[in-house]
């Protein structure tokens, strides 16, 4: 295989699918409602290096969860760009 056909700029570089796409969302879900539940969890009883580090964690999922969102075409998700930080 040449090496020019290996790399093509404007073609994807991967090959998920829809239900790929679909699946990680639902993952990404259950993370982001987990770190939400820790966050809550140690702000009552915790640490406070944990507690930042479960909503760090949460931001993190919730950012991924827009961002697939946004790629599914979910109606009124608004770009993850758009967002913000202050959510």
Do not use: H, N
């Not at 969302?25 to 820790?38: C, G, N, S, T």
């Not at 950012?63 to 959510?87: A, F, K, N, Y």
Request: aromatic letters at 10%; hydrophobic letters at 35%; proline letters at 5%.
């Amino acid at each position: 295989m040449l090496r020019e056909d290996l790399w093509v700029p404007d073609s994807p570089s991967y090959d998920r699918t829809w239900d790929d796409i679909e699946c990680l969302l639902e993952q990404a879900v259950q993370e982001m409602e987990a770190q939400r539940a820790k966050f809550y969890l140690r702000k009552r009883s915790g640490p406070k290096e944990a507690k930042y580090r479960a909503l760090m964690k949460y931001q993190r999922a919730k950012g991924i969860v827009d961002t697939l969102r946004w790629t599914l075409g979910v109606r009124g998700q608004r770009s993850p760009l758009l967002e913000g930080l202050g959510d």
